[in-house]
């Protein structure tokens, strides 16, 4: 089992920044991609970005360029840096973590732009 807490969301103004960070526990040496997703109200939940566990990176249109994320192994964290936010960010993000046999979800972060 893993388990996944997100920290680091709230409101911030069009054209600030923010920065999420995901907490992993319990099993993770299973854990093999690592990410972001993103579920608007009323909308799907969508990815924002990857990870894989040697680095490879992979961002959706939308945030390229603004967001970045990355992953500390030692201390069991990833994390989304989100620059030159838009009021469309605005989203529960939520970190996802895939092993070879299961998905894991965390419990979410609001993420609010005010324009």
């Known amino acids: 089992q893993v388990q996944l807490v997100e920290s680091g969301g709230g409101l911030v103004q069009a054209g600030g920044s923010l920065r999420l960070s995901c907490a992993a526990s319990?099993?993770?040496?299973?854990?093999?991609?690592m990410g972001w997703f993103r579920q608007a109200p009323g909308k799907q939940r969508d990815l924002v970005a990857l990870i894989t566990s040697s680095g490879i990176t992979n961002y959706a249109d939308s945030v390229k360029g603004r967001f970045t994320i990355s992953r500390d192994n030692a201390k069991n964290t990833m994390y989304l840096q989100m620059n030159s936010l838009k009021p469309e960010d605005t989203a529960i993000y939520y970190c996802?973590?895939?092993?070879?046999?299961?998905?894991?979800w965390g419990q979410g972060t609001q993420v609010t732009v005010s324009s």
């Open positions: 319990g099993s993770i040496f299973s854990i093999n991609t």
């Open positions: 996802h973590a895939a092993t070879t046999r299961q998905l894991y």
